[in-house]
């Protein structure tokens, strides 16, 4: 039985071909939502954790920031709380000057 090949060409193979849409794809998710993890892009996408990543980090040249020190990331009614916080706390301090000294 002889299983060398003949061609040095590539044959068909199975499986999901490659992309390069797939830097696309994760631009469009992120720009419509830049809060989504990569777990998240990954099930929606239906692509491979790592291939995601890549894509993120070595494609499209983004890094991970940590979104809890992110404002611009809040939405409208999140800014109206922080907002409304931050008056109250305002207030409370201006009319009693030991108010953080409790």
Known sequence: MNDWRDSVEDGTRSGRPVSASNDDLVREKIVADSR????????????GYGTVQG???????MQRVCAKLVSH???NE????RI?????????INEDA?????
Request: hydrophobic share 45%; no cysteine.
């Open 84 to 92: 409304l916080a931050s008056s109250v706390m305002l207030e409370a």
């Open 55 to 61: 894509n993120l980090t070595k494609d499209l040249g």
């Open 78 to 81: 999140q800014r109206q709380r």
């Open 73 to 75: 990331l809040l939405n």
């Open 36 to 47: 989504l993890t990569i777990r998240e892009l990954s099930v929606r996408l239906d692509m």
């Open 98 to 102: 030991t108010f953080f000294k409790g």
